[in-house]
């Protein structure tokens, strides 16, 4: 194994203003080399889908990122991507914003563990 899971001690973020201005007043925020760990989506000027599939990939094949948190509406902008995902580490979380509930049936992993049990 090329990394050891010990070496990964960060979360990543992909998300609306509000759910990462959350997360870092609660410490994730990591600036290291110019390299961030989190990304801000904003839905008034509608962050480009080229711009988080590029962070998303970022952040997946970084080897200090152990969860990658990414907000339910931004996942389904590139839900192909997100589909795609087949790693252990990081693993991707999809969690739900202030204005936008978390919808169980647009989850990729649930999917996955619905499929694994037979649901």
């Not at 969860?67 to 339910?72: E, P, R, Y």
């Not at 087949?86 to 739900?96: R, T």
């Amino acid at each position: 194994m090329a990394t050891s899971f010990k070496e990964r001690n960060l979360l990543a973020v992909i998300g609306d203003e509000d759910t990462i201005t959350g997360l870092l007043l609660a410490g994730i925020g990591n600036v290291e080399k110019g390299k961030k760990n989190f990304l801000v989506v904003d839905t008034t000027t509608e962050t480009q889908v080229s711009t988080i599939e590029a962070a998303f990939q970022e952040y997946t094949e970084r080897k200090d990122i152990a969860i990658l948190l990414i907000n339910q509406h931004v996942a389904e902008k590139i839900r192909p991507t997100v589909d795609k995902y087949q790693q252990a580490f990081p693993a991707l979380l999809e969690i739900p914003s202030k204005d936008h509930p978390y919808d169980p049936s647009k989850d990729s992993v649930l999917k996955r563990v619905q499929k694994l049990f037979g649901d």
